[in-house]
């Protein structure tokens, strides 16, 4: 267990990623304590009325989060892991975006709209940032993730300690930026044997691998079924080679040889049939004196 929190955390990608889900999960835990208050503070309205209006961004993570990982893996599928990275960076953007937006909202209706849109990328940017963890370090996932988890903590630490001293307007707008700076550190993520934002070398290199394995399986397979024609071709001209060459007069010998074998007897049969003659009838004239 030591070790394997030991490699985790010497990972720079487990402190990039460190980084980045606090400044999403951070933000979620900060909207969840502060919203009340800034709803009531700024616009007047009850407790009640405002704990409803606040509780739409808790709701938002029933499908959101789910729907970032979704996402990754359809850029996963397209791109490799530099779509995933790609797709996290435009989360983490967003989120930033819109949180400076909700702290510039001066209309009920305008900030109600706003929280939903941020909610939305907050928490697809932490279900885009727990789709690439598992590719960090695959022995050690475990500690990855709980590392990862535990900087979403103390995000929400930093900055709650940012509204202590600020005002609600100044503190979300100042979130918002931190927010998607951290969109910034994605290029800096190289997993390896894995493709990054700059570089797309090693997905280029392993769907090549993938095409040349496809090409030598259909060829395999044609070889086993039937031959090619390439095939045929070298074993027709092996067949030539071992054959031997005549020239017109053999090839003509050879064949009145052959007439001579199966048509009618050869000369050295007739002799013998000669031969076996002559001593019969020696025998007989012997017979008769």
């Not at 919203?35 to 405002?50: D, K, M, Q």
């Not at 969109?183 to 800096?188: Q, T, V």
Request: aromatic share 8%; net charge neutral.
């Amino acid at each position: 267990a030591e070790k394997s929190l030991k490699a985790a955390s010497l990972d720079r990608n487990t402190w990039l990623l460190i980084a980045q889900y606090a400044c999403c999960f951070g933000v979620e835990l900060t909207m969840s304590n502060a919203a009340v208050l800034y709803f009531t503070e700024e616009f007047g309205l009850s407790t009640e009325r405002a704990s409803a209006i606040a509780s739409i961004f808790g709701w938002m993570n029933l499908f959101a989060r789910g729907l970032g990982g979704f996402t990754s893996d359809m850029m996963n599928a397209s791109q490799g892991m530099r779509g995933r990275l790609i797709f996290q960076s435009i989360s983490l953007a967003c989120q930033g975006g819109f949180v400076v937006v909700f702290g510039y909202t001066r209309t009920l209706g305008g900030a109600i709209a706003t929280m939903v849109v941020f909610s939305l990328f907050v928490q697809s940017s932490e279900g885009a940032i727990y789709a690439v963890i598992p590719y960090v370090r695959p022995p050690v996932t475990g500690s990855v993730a709980g590392l990862v988890g535990a900087g979403g903590n103390l995000g929400g630490v930093v900055f709650s300690i940012i509204f202590r001293y600020y005002e609600y307007r100044p503190a979300f707008i100042l979130m918002g930026v931190i927010a998607a700076a951290s969109a910034l550190l994605s290029p800096l993520i190289q997993i390896k044997d894995h493709s990054a934002i700059l570089c797309n070398c090693h997905d280029r290199k392993r769907r090549l691998n993938q095409v040349v394995r496809r090409i030598s399986n259909m060829s395999g397979l044609s070889g086993g079924g039937r031959r090619s024609s390439a095939d045929s071709v070298e074993d027709d001209m092996e067949d030539k080679s071992s054959k031997p060459h005549y020239d017109d007069g053999e090839l003509e010998r050879a064949e009145q040889g052959t007439t001579s074998s199966e048509g009618r007897p050869s000369s050295r049969s007739e002799s013998t049939k000669q031969n076996s003659k002559h001593d019969h009838n020696v025998h007989a004239n012997e017979d008769e004196g």
